[in-house]
């Protein structure tokens, strides 16, 4: 697009909630809570719940307690203002894993946007398919889907993110189009789960479910969320104004030697990441060390120099600090309530909303149920350790076969996950794409609020139907 003549449209001088006052306000909110809300907890097998096992804590609650310190050690207390500050770095240390993955990633992509590859590798990419973004947008949702549908992939999508985000901006489009190309079509994926092993090895089992069983019904759910979240991007992408002068303005001449091999490098980097996660079972700290080897190698062959690279870097790692931090301050919030002991009460509560209204009635339930709970534990495999073994028998009682049950853990889980600012995965997304939360609620509301609409007609056949 060295041609290209693409008009950006100014940016909104209108200022907007920073996020880390929404998440400090969540945090507050988390210390109040355990205030109001009667201390519990479920006998634990493991981190498997004990069905019917939630006993109530005495706990003695008076404004007194925001002043002490460490009282919940001893015993069952409220959480107090000290208590609740030094959550916020025991959520660092806890999400140290995560936020060092994304400081390493931006650092990476930091040499390989310095070295030109990123710029011409897209140049090169649009001209292929003549610019037409509705082609290259479902070509590339449909992969991504497919990945994390099949394969539970979601962090392995942060080193595509920043290539996507700078596709967009190639297009004259906001970076948000291209952050939610991808985050759209992982949480499609997550909604159905055709064989995602993340959620289906904790939550099927524990139902007495063979794993991955129902995949024929699981894979048509996982068609529907696919098709109407590239239907939103399409809208979307022509109501940003896609601007069509600028379809047909690509560079088309062939990379350079430099630049093919970069980004080769990082296409078989990509490959054999998906590849090694799968088979390995890499961890956290696995991954940061493999995306610190592939960052070596592509100095290597960047001709930035040591010092050139190094500085790019670190301007990559820049770039995404603050976001990254905002990881900690999201994990603080379930350290709070932990303190507080009232995790296991909000779950007893929550539940409870289920009713016996019949079976149908009682399927939305467990999905209402895992949309405010997963704003609590965001983790899919924590989710379906604490609530399977909750649900499975409410289930029983009210006539929900166990596959729906599951449907109603996916659906509630996976809605929740796109919007929820407690997310640890999702603010890596939006740290790696530089897109602020507040901007990517406003963007995504209204598919949001689709899928919510879509997961109750779908339940509801479910159950008709006797999945």
């Known amino acids: ?43 634990r097998q493991g981190k498997t719940v004990v069905a019917g096992s939630y006993q109530t804590l005495e706990k003695q609650s008076s404004l007194a307690s925001l002043f002490d310190v460490g009282a919940h050690q001893e015993s069952v207390a409220p959480v107090s203002i000290v208590d609740t500050l030094m959550s916020i770095p025991q959520g660092l240390d806890r999400g140290a894993g995560l936020i060092f993955m994304v400081l390493i990633i931006g650092g990476m992509f930091g040499i390989l946007q310095k070295a030109g590859a990123i710029d011409s590798g897209l140049e090169r990419l649009l001209s292929v398919v003549k610019g037409n973004v509705y082609v290259l947008v479902a070509l590339l949702m449909i992969v991504f889907s497919a990945g994390s549908t099949f394969l539970g992939l979601a962090s392995e999508y942060l080193l595509v993110i920043p290539l ?32 995602n092993p993340l959620p289906l090895t904790i939550a099927q089992p524990l139902l007495g479910l063979q794993i991955f069983s129902g995949a024929g019904v699981r894979f048509m759910f996982y068609l529907v969320f696919l098709a109407l979240g590239i ?88 770039k995404v600090l603050l976001a990254s931090f905002l990881i900690g301050v999201a994990s603080a919030v379930a350290v709070t309530l932990e303190k507080g002991q009232i995790l296991d009460a909000i779950v007893y509560a929550l539940m409870s909303i289920i009713g016996d209204g019949g079976a149908t009635v009682s399927a939305i339930g467990m999905f209402v149920s895992q949309l405010l709970l997963d704003f609590l534990i965001p983790s899919t495999s924590g989710q379906a350790a604490v609530s399977m073994p909750i649900m499975g028998p409410i289930g029983q009682l009210s006539g929900v076969s166990e596959q729906t049950t599951v449907i109603a853990f996916l659906f509630g889980n996976g809605i929740t996950n796109m919007l929820t600012p407690t997310s640890g995965t999702l603010l890596a997304y939006l740290a790696t794409a530089q897109v602020s939360w507040s901007d990517w609620a406003k963007f995504i509301v209204p598919l949001w609020a689709i899928y919510i609409v879509t997961a109750i007609i779908l339940l509801s056949l479910s159950v008709a139907f006797g999945f």
């Open 164 to 195: 996507m985000v700078a596709m967009s901006e190639r297009l004259g489009m906001s970076r948000i189009i291209g952050f939610a190309i991808v985050c759209v079509s992982v949480k499609a994926g997550y909604l159905a789960s055709v064989t």
């Open 1 to 43: 697009m060295s041609n290209s003549t693409t008009s950006v449209a100014p940016q909104d001088s209108r200022k907007t909630t920073n996020p880390i006052i929404i998440l400090m306000g969540i945090l507050f909110l988390a210390m109040a809570m355990s205030y109001v809300i009667d201390s519990g907890s479920y006998e």
């Open 231 to 318: 239907a939103f991007m399409f809208v979307m992408i022509r109501k940003e104004g896609f601007n069509p002068d600028a379809e047909f303005s690509f560079d088309s001449s062939k990379l350079s030697t430099r630049h093919s091999m970069m980004l080769v490098t990082l296409g078989l980097g990509v490959a054999f990441l998906v590849y090694a996660s799968n088979t390995w079972h890499w961890k956290k700290e696995a991954l940061s060390a493999y995306y610190i080897g592939l960052s070596i190698v592509l100095t290597m062959m960047s001709g930035l120099g040591a010092n050139g690279a190094a500085d790019a870097f670190v301007a990559g790692m820049k």
